[in-house]
C-alpha cells in the first residue's frame, strides 16, 4: 500500500483551477497517495460566507498540517495576510534558482534557499513622527522567531545534503538587535556540527551573491534583510512570480506546526480557461510540500522533472515554448513516473 497524507488545498480564481487540475495529475504519478482536503477561497465564495470561510480553513489546515494554496484574488482582504495572521505564518522559505525558458540578465547558475523571519524588524512598527522634522521607528528582534527560523534552516540543510548555512545581519552596527540573532543562531548552530555555517554583513552579502552565487545555499535573514533579498534574489533568476514559497508557523518546541505553500504568480484573469496556464510554480509549490513531509526524494524528483524539461525545450507559451496547461503537466508526470520507479534487478 502507498504512504497516505492528507492535504488541505485552498481552491482559487482566475486560472487557479486549471492549476489544481494539473496538481491532482501530477500527484497521480506519486508513489504516494495525497488525500486532499478541498476549501473553497474564491472570490466568490468569500463574499458569500465571509470570515466562516477562514474559520473552515484554519480548522482544516490545523488538522492536516500542510496546506497548498491556489491565487487568489485580493478585493475587501487578502486572504495571504489573513491566513498569515491566523495561522501566526512567522517564517518565510523561498527558494530561489535558475528556471530555464524565463530570460535574465544573469548569466550564473542561481541555486539559493532564503529563509526569512516574516515577524519583526521595523515592519512592526510603523513608526512616528518627532515634530515636523523627524520620524523614529521601533526595531523589534525576539529569540523565539530567531529560533524558529535557525531550526529549520539547519534542519533543511540536514534534510538536503549538509548545505552550507549563511546568517547575514548587520551586527557589527545593530549590536543589540541583530548581535542577538546572531548570537541565537550561533546557539542553533551548535546543534548541528555537521552543517558548515558562516556569518556574513548584509550588505556585503549582496554583493556577494552577483559575484560568487555558487558559494550561497541557505541564507538565513531577519525581516526587512529577507525581503530585499528575495526580491533581489528573483530579479536575478529573472521572475518575480515564477518560484514557490513555504510559509511556516511553530510549536512551542520550535517544530513546524502547520505549513502553507503557494505559488508566487496572481490569477492571471487573462489567460484563464484557456489551458494557457503555466503549473511551473505550483509544481515547485508542491515539491516543497513534499518536503516538509518527509518525502524529500519524491519532492527532489517533481522539482528537477520540471526544470529537466524546461531545459530541455518542453515549456508552455509564456515561456516561449508550444505546450499547454494539459500537456506540460503530461510531460512532468510521465518524467516523474519514470525517475520515481523503482529500479529492476538486472537479469543474471
Do not use: W
Amino acid at each position: 500500500m502507498r504512504p497516505t497524507y492528507q492535504v488541505t488545498e485552498l481552491l482559487g480564481d482566475g486560472i487557479g483551477p486549471e492549476l489544481s487540475r494539473s496538481v491532482h495529475t501530477l500527484c497521480g504519478s506519486l508513489p504516494i497517495q495525497l488525500d486532499f482536503l478541498p476549501v473553497d477561497l474564491t472570490l466568490e465564495n468569500r463574499r458569500a460566507r465571509g470570515m466562516k470561510i477562514y474559520d473552515e480553513a484554519v480548522e482544516a489546515i490545523t488538522t492536516t498540517r500542510v496546506a497548498l494554496k491556489h491565487p487568489t484574488v485580493t478585493a475587501e482582504e487578502s486572504p495571504n495576510a489573513v491566513l498569515r495572521r491566523r495561522l501566526d505564518l512567522s517564517v518565510i522559505h523561498r527558494p530561489v534558482y535558475t528556471i530555464p525558458g524565463v530570460p535574465s540578465n544573469f548569466r550564473r547558475e542561481l541555486d539559493l534557499d532564503i529563509v526569512r523571519i516574516a515577524t519583526g524588524g521595523t515592519y512592526d512598527d510603523p513608526g512616528r513622527l518627532i515634530g515636523e522634522d523627524g520620524a523614529v521607528s521601533l526595531r523589534i528582534v525576539e529569540r523565539r522567531p530567531v529560533l524558529e527560523a535557525a531550526r529549520y534552516a539547519f534542519s533543511l540543510s540536514r534534510r538536503t545534503g549538509n548545505k552550507r548555512v549563511t546568517s547575514a545581519s548587520k551586527y557589527t552596527i545593530q549590536k543589540a538587535t541583530d548581535g542577538l540573532f546572531e548570537r541565537v543562531v550561533k546557539e542553533v548552530a551548535g546543534q548541528f556540527p555537521e552543517v558548515p555555517h558562516n556569518i556574513e554583513l548584509f550588505d556585503a552579502l549582496l554583493g556577494k551573491v552577483i559575484m560568487a552565487p555558487e558559494k550561497f545555499q541557505i541564507v538565513l535573514v531577519l525581516n526587512e534583510y529577507g525581503d530585499f533579498l528575495s526580491d533581489m534574489a528573483c530579479g536575478l533568476a529573472g521572475s518575480l512570480g515564477i518560484g514557490a514559497s513555504a510559509n511556516l508557523a511553530f510549536d512551542a518546541a520550535a517544530v513546524v506546526r502547520v505549513a502553507l505553500f503557494d505559488a508566487a504568480h496572481g490569477t492571471a484573469p487573462d489567460i484563464a480557461g484557456k489551458n494557457l496556464a503555466n503549473p511551473t510554480a505550483i509544481f515547485l509549490a508542491l515539491s516543497l510540500l513534499l518536503y516538509q513531509i518527509g518525502e524529500t526524494d519524491l519532492g527532489r524528483i517533481v522539482r528537477t522533472s520540471t526544470l529537466d524539461l524546461l531545459r530541455q525545450g518542453t515549456r508552455t507559451r509564456d515561456l516561449g515554448g508550444e505546450e499547454s496547461t494539459d500537456s506540460f503537466t503530461a510531460a512532468v508526470a510521465a518524467e516523474v513516473t519514470r525517475r520515481a520507479a523503482p529500479e529492476t534487478p538486472a537479469a543474471s
